[in-house]
């Protein structure tokens, strides 16, 4: 390739390099229950979060009931090992779960409040101070 380019070769190993070197962390999104789940995950999206999981109220409670406790105690712990490769979990929910966040997960874990245990209504969450955090992280 160096030869066909009329390129040096010391060039094109670095080039070839830099595509295996990663720029930045691996930044994960978890949220519930949101009004605005699109709007957030098309803004965690664009700013090439590498996973995005976002959940309305009644998307949460539909995956609480069509599981049995065991396939849903297994699903939460297979959950939580992909969750522990990411070097940054952005959780977006009730206070209740940043302690559990912060107690399985080895990453970063930066909390955004959506208001106070229990959460029983879809919450809206403000795009601007999402983006902010993702921008700081990112």
Same mark, same amino acid.
């Given at each position: 390739v160096a030869d066909y380019l009329q390129i040096d070769r010391p060039f094109i190993s670095r080039l070839e390099s830099i595509g295996e070197v990663r720029k930045g962390?691996?930044?994960a999104v978890v949220g519930f229950p949101l009004l605005n789940k699109e709007e957030i995950k098309n803004?965690?999206?664009?700013r090439g979060v590498d996973h995005v999981w976002?959940?309305?109220? &009644? @998307?949460?409670?539909l995956l609480v009931k069509e599981k049995s406790a065991l396939e849903f105690f297994?699903?939460?712990?297979d959950?939580?090992?992909e969750l522990r490769a990411y070097d940054t979990v952005?959780?977006?929910?009730?206070?209740?779960?940043?302690?559990? &966040? @912060?107690a399985l997960l080895d990453s970063q874990v930066v909390f955004l409040n959506l208001g106070e245990s229990p959460i029983n209504k879809d919450c809206y969450f403000d795009p601007?101070?999402?983006s902010h955090v993702l921008?700081?992280?990112i």
């Open positions: 962390k691996k930044v803004l965690a999206m664009a976002v959940m309305n109220d &009644a @998307e949460r409670w297994s699903f939460v712990m959950y939580v090992r952005v959780l977006i929910g009730s206070q209740k779960w940043v302690k559990l &966040a @912060e601007d101070q999402f921008d700081t992280i």
